[in-house]
């Protein structure tokens, strides 16, 4: 029998400043499991509206005191700041040619639940071209090729500061602990078990959780140059392949998965030369959004965030111009879908992994991040989740009319 669900609208005094309402509404989730669905007051911010799953009168005002609590201290350790757009283009009055939901039905994209998606011949081909097509970006601005491993050990990711930041979208990895009875007595009851429960294995079994998946590429470019004095005044670097998020129950559809494909573009060297890159670096990624035909603006924007430090660190990017977002608009409640990133992260790596310039100092990075299911999202709502009938030179910046 499935649990009731009741509404409950949770009133904010003072209302929450416009900037925090998306990552609030997307960061609720995690204050509660039984948290079903929520709404933050886009308009206003003076309410926060809940979709509860079988909670009782008492759960109910415990539940309430958590979620205010969180949002008091999430707006208490908030800098305050305005969104700027340094630049939009393309008509996105032109509308959608597909829903998001005609994209999931479309017959080459297999959805499997959770967050995973395949893509059969058809799209894994747009793919492998829309790929290409930042291979070539990345080789014209002279970024040459890592291989990088999709795992990251704790250790690893505690220096990259990232475990106390961003807990909420960790996911970690382990297996049995070395031990034949327990390794024997599991194999045995998934033979005789034929249900999902049967087969988890008991906590008590596992080894200790010592790896977790990547939450994004650059974290293995820093150990790449660890100790390293940079020959020249820019380093650049490119890898991609599948990152992980435990996005709750925001995640939905092709534009927020649980497994993602991310191509980075990362730069080490002089502060100045890497601000330069990356605003060079917006400035080429424009101009082939313009050539795949999809409108978009640029943004200042912010990682997300759930814990009081991680917050703050947020909206230190926003009030720095540290992140900037591409986003493309996209028939969603924000009515935009973030598809790119461009971020400065001053000194903050490479003081880690003692990379220094190759005047001695320590070095700055950024990266550029393209979320590449969100690029294919964007492509199909927008031309269509017919490939074929996609508009010529978008088809020719695919390279796909050979
Ligand atoms: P970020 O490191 O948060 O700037 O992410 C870089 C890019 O990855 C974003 O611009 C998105 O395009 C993509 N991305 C991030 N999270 C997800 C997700 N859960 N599902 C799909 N793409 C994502
Ligand atoms: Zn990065």
């Not at 079988?54 to 005191?65: F, P, Q």
């Not at 829903?99 to 011949?121: C, F, I, K, N, R």
């Not at 991310?262 to 890497?274: I, Q, R």
Request: hydrophobic share 40%; aromatic share 10%; net charge negative.
């Amino acid at each position: 029998m499935s649990a009731t669900l009741r509404s409950e609208r949770i009133a904010l005094d003072p209302p929450l400043p416009a900037a925090l309402r998306r990552d609030v509404e997307q960061g609720v989730y995690y204050c509660s499991d039984l948290i079903a669905d929520a709404r933050v007051d886009r308009a206003a911010g003076a309410w926060i509206e809940l979709d509860l799953l079988g909670v009782s009168d008492a759960e109910l005002s415990d539940l309430t005191r958590v979620v205010r609590d969180w949002v008091e201290r999430t707006v208490a350790s908030s800098l305050a700041y305005e969104d700027t757009i340094a630049r939009e283009w393309g008509r996105p009055e032109a509308g959608f040619r597909a829903t998001p939901e005609q994209v999931l039905a479309s017959a080459d994209l297999h959805s499997m639940g959770e967050g995973l998606v395949a893509y059969g011949p058809r799209l894994a081909s747009v793919f492998g071209a829309l790929r290409e097509l930042w291979d070539r970006l990345a080789a014209e601005v002279g970024a040459t090729p890592l291989v990088l491993p999709a795992v990251a050990t704790l250790e690893h990711m505690q220096r990259c500061d990232f475990l106390r930041q961003f807990p909420q979208l960790l996911s970690f990895v382990t297996h049995f602990r070395e031990d034949f009875g327990v390794i024997d007595r599991y194999a045995e009851a998934c033979r005789r078990g034929d249900t999902e429960s049967a087969c988890a294995p008991p906590a008590q079994d596992m080894s200790s959780f010592r790896r977790m998946l990547r939450p994004a590429i650059c974290y293995h470019v820093y150990p790449c140059f660890e100790g390293e004095q940079l020959a020249g005044d820019l380093r650049l670097v490119h890898a991609w392949g599948d990152c992980f998020r435990y996005e709750s129950r925001n995640t939905t559809g092709l534009d927020r998965l649980f497994d993602f494909r991310m191509y980075e573009v990362v730069a080490l060297g002089s502060a100045d030369a890497v601000h330069r890159w990356r605003s060079g670096m917006m400035e080429r990624v424009v101009e082939r959004f313009e050539a795949l035909g999809l409108p978009g603006r640029l943004k200042t924007s912010n990682d997300p965030f759930f814990v009081s430090g991680s917050v703050l660190k947020s909206t230190f990017q926003r009030a720095h111009d540290l992140k900037y977002e591409l986003e493309v608009p996209f028939p969603n409640r924000e009515g935009h879908l973030a598809v790119a990133s461009f971020n400065e992260h001053q000194d903050f790596f490479a003081s880690r992994f003692g990379i220094t310039t190759r005047d001695g100092e320590v070095a700055s990075s950024g990266c550029s991040a393209f979320g590449l299911d969100r690029i294919l999202a964007a492509l199909l709502v927008h031309h269509g989740t017919d490939v074929n009938a996609w508009p010529a030179p978008t088809r020719q910046t695919l390279g796909l009319n050979t």
